[in-house]
């Protein structure tokens, strides 16, 4: 299936009030979908890859990445040579991150943003969806697992029902 028809699709089941499984796409996903330049961090990368992300929090960790990991900039795909010191760790994590959950995929993400951004647009819903967070707009393609008794009772009628006094044990 073409990406861009994957964007359309999501579109479409949201306009059709049908959810998507919710594991189907990770959250930064959802933040490119609203905003290409969303900014990525780490907690993106814990969703998408738990082992990887702690193998970068270890790079935080290390006193001295130079001498330890001999990591260097070139690592990423398109930037330039330059080690990793403890002064830019920080900064090639993020690169790093950038890279793994927009950059390598950045062809199919557009693609999906477009379709996706299509989709709406026939629809004039576009100012509805820009004021959406990624969150809140995961959540509407995809429902809320997390939903307390609480809120449920919220929107639950009992009809032919007789409350009975609960028994205290």
């Known amino acids: 299936i073409p990406f861009k028809r994957i ?9 059709d009030q049908r959810l998507i499984p919710a594991d189907t796409f990770p959250p930064s996903f959802w ?23 702690r193998t970068l929090r270890m790079i935080l960790a290390d006193p001295d990445p130079e001498s330890n ?12 040579a330059a080690p990793v010191t403890n002064v830019n760790k920080s ?21 999906m943003h477009g379709g ?6 026939a629809r004039e819903l576009v100012d509805e969806v820009s004021l959406l967070q990624p969150h809140e707009l995961s959540v509407l393609a995809c429902g809320n697992r997390n939903i307390s008794a609480a809120q449920l009772l919220e929107h639950v009628i009992f009809s032919n029902f007789e409350a009975t006094p609960t028994r205290s044990s």
């Open 31 to 53: 933040k490119y979908l609203v905003n290409k330049e969303a900014p990525v961090d780490l907690r993106d990368m814990e969703v998408y890859d738990p082992e990887y992300a």
């Open 116 to 121: 996706f951004h299509g989709f709406v647009s």
């Open 69 to 80: 990991l001999g990591l260097d900039f070139s690592d990423i795909e398109g930037e330039p």
């Open 91 to 111: 900064v090639f994590v993020s690169r790093m991150v950038r890279h793994v959950l927009v950059e390598r995929h950045q062809q199919a993400l557009d693609a």
């Open 7 to 15: 964007g359309t699709m999501i579109g479409r089941a949201m306009w």
